[in-house]
Structures are given as C-alpha cells and as structure tokens.
C-alpha cells in the first residue's frame, strides 16, 4: 500500500468507518489521518494502515487548514469513490 503525506484515504474500519481523510503523516505500521471536522490537523487520529484504503488523490498540506480541509474533502468525496449512489429503488 502505497500512501504518502498529502494522500486522501477511506476508512475501512472503526468509527469513522467509509469517511474520507488526508494522512497528515506515515510511518511504517501507522498513518495519522485528519479531516477538519472530527479530526483537527492540530490533533490528527492515529490509524493502522491496514484499516485505510488509499485514493488516487494528493492534496497539498502547506498553509492547509481545516476550513479548507473539510471543503476539499467534501468536493473529493464522491469523486474518490467512484461508486454511483444507489437508492434502493428501480
């Protein structure tokens, strides 16, 4: 698994479960993730990199802050996903 600082990530386990992140730093085991809502890049969760799936997306983080975090990450979300909504209904 490739991910690297900047790299926009999907939650596979835990809490914050499907929701969409920026990894703020990487190690070998760990990658500390932030989405300036729940988690603040002032405080970003540690998170074990099986439980992420990577994104093709990178965002730059220098002179990053929540506000925009959150904003880029909304706009990237169904982008980065690239399944279409289903409702259920035919």
């Known amino acids: 698994m490739n991910v690297v600082k900047g790299s926009v990530v999907r939650s596979t386990a835990g809490r914050d479960q499907g929701g969409y992140f920026v990894a703020v730093d990487v190690t070998d085991r760990f990658v500390t993730i932030a989405d300036g809502k729940e988690r603040k890049l002032s405080k970003p969760k540690r998170k074990n990199v099986r439980h992420i799936s990577p994104t093709s997306h990178v965002i ?30 035919e």
């Open 60 to 89: 730059e983080l220098s002179g990053m802050t929540d506000k925009k975090l959150k904003r880029l990450l909304r706009e990237l979300e169904p982008e980065a996903s690239g399944d279409a909504v289903t409702t259920g209904r």
